[in-house]
């Protein structure tokens, strides 16, 4: 069920528990991969992590909702989270947090804490970068307390959980318009007129430029497998693909990138996708 924290209510207290678990250092020091959307942003994180990690990092990746095992909402280095490490996670933050709250502070709602969770998992873990799906809306989901991300990305927008995020394309896009930041390179695929309208105005606010991702074109992959089924995937693999790009260069490691070819513009590298992606 939706969480009604991505409301805004008392959306203080994530900062609050951020200073309780002593995460807001190890927070900043995270690299960023920020995706927000309502079709395809769990697709578009796990291809960018999967490039990401073929170039080399260490990755930690938050998606939902998990199938069968909460574990598979944490992955590192492409692997879900081990028993043994998520027991031990989740006990440290949970024992913590019922220490320090109560009548004035309750404990998080289920997905500010699996959230919460997953920054500690990150920060110890040390991942070079970590790729965070956003769990609903944009502007009030718990994983918006990263204030600086190296770069933001937006899916497809259309109408859901409208009964938090408004009832209108508008209400939605200005939700999931929330994770834009100042000074944050932001990329997004071709939206609805009244959609991006909306994306382009709050990215102007910031000072930054929000670019418009094509699908990536099969004939680039010559015969490799993309690694999720359906024509929708080449959509979140191209913006993937540029997230991963802007990612490397503003870490100083184009030359991290395996390229097979190039495509049209430097921005654009082709990246094989060697391995099944799920």
Known sequence: ???????????????KYLQILELEEPIARLKVVHVAG?????????FAESILRSCGFRTGLFTSPHLIDVRER?????????EEKFIRYFWWCWNKLK?????DIPMPAYFRFLALLAFKIFSDEQVDVAVLEVGLGGK???TNVVKAPVVCG????????????GNSLVEIAGEKAGILKKGVPAYTVPQPEVAMS?????????????????????????????????EHQYMNAGLAVALANTWLERQGHLDRI???????TPNWHLFIFRKRMC
């Not at 220490?99 to 009548?103: A, C, L, N, P, S």
């Not at 937006?154 to 995020?165: A, N, R, T, W």
């Not at 395996?258 to 049209?264: A, E, G």
Request: proline content about 4%.
């Open 99 to 103: 220490v320090k709250t109560g009548d």
């Open 1 to 15: 069920r939706a969480d009604t924290g991505n409301r805004g209510n008392q959306w203080e207290l994530m900062a």
């Open 154 to 165: 937006i899916s497809s927008l259309g109408y859901d959980h409208m009964e938090i995020l």
């Open 258 to 264: 395996h390229v097979k070819d190039h495509v049209s």
């Open 74 to 82: 944490f992955r590192l280095d492409g692997l879900d989270i081990s």
């Open 198 to 230: 909306v994306l382009k105005q709050r990215a102007s606010e910031l000072g930054v430029s929000i670019r418009i991702v094509p699908p990536l074109d099969p004939r680039q992959l010559e015969d490799q497998p993309l690694g999720l089924h359906g």
């Open 140 to 142: 009030y989901d718990a």
């Open 38 to 46: 309502t079709k395809g942003k769990g697709s578009t994180c796990t």
